[in-house]
């Protein structure tokens, strides 16, 4: 019986390629964070690329766009980051998670975080209807969360819509003071969020 011969096989290795458009996606989302989407223009963008303005226009029609591009991506991100706390801690640890999870996600890994907050109302009319309902899932599972605790006892009996709003604003406000390389850490700021809104264990 002969036996098979293994052989083996050589993948060839692609090209690195540079992501044009992701990074005029960054460098947008990062301008507008920093700067602000008023006075954010193209050049500003074309000039942190490395880029002509005119290449801009290749992958993007035009800056209500990137905007609104970037809204998307940073809502998607914390649809993704909430829904992975809430099937990965236990109930009781639940809401605790997702707030720290949300400021960690806003504050260090997401350049897009913080402009869905102050930025929003500058987005057009038809694109703020088309971005709306991801808005409105991410809301979702945050008062599901709060739901979720203040049955279990631990926050105060409310409105679960008030209460939901009132933490989002109080999360989304952070990013306007908040320093990486200032004296507070995301952690102690997180414990600090939680012992407002989250009831002392017996």
């Not at 350049?111 to 987005?123: H, Q």
């Not at 971005?131 to 679960?160: C, K």
Request: charged share 25%.
């Amino acid at each position: 019986m002969k036996q098979a011969s293994s052989q083996q096989i050589t993948i060839p290795q692609r090209r690195k390629s540079t992501d044009r458009r992701g990074e005029i996606l960054g460098a947008a989302s990062w301008l507008f964070k920093n700067k602000g989407f008023l006075r954010t223009s193209l050049n500003d963008i074309a000039l942190r690329v490395g880029i002509n303005k005119a290449t801009i226009f290749y992958y993007f029609p035009n800056k209500d766009h990137l905007l609104y591009e970037a809204l998307c991506k940073g809502i998607l991100e914390g649809i993704k980051n909430t829904q992975f706390i809430m099937l990965s801690s236990p109930p009781e640890e639940r809401l605790k998670n997702v707030i720290k999870g949300h400021l960690e996600l806003n504050l260090r890994d997401s350049m897009f975080g913080g402009i869905s907050a102050f930025e929003l109302k500058n987005l057009s009319p038809k694109l703020r209807k088309s971005y709306i309902p991801l808005r409105d899932e991410f809301e979702r599972l945050i008062r599901e969360t709060v739901q979720e605790a203040m049955s279990a006892g631990q926050i105060n009996q409310g409105d679960v819509r008030v209460q939901t709003r009132i933490l989002l604003g109080a999360l989304n406000s952070v990013n306007r003071w908040f320093k990486l390389d200032g004296p507070l850490s995301i952690e102690k700021v997180a414990d600090e969020v939680c012992s407002i809104f989250l009831l002392p264990r017996c």
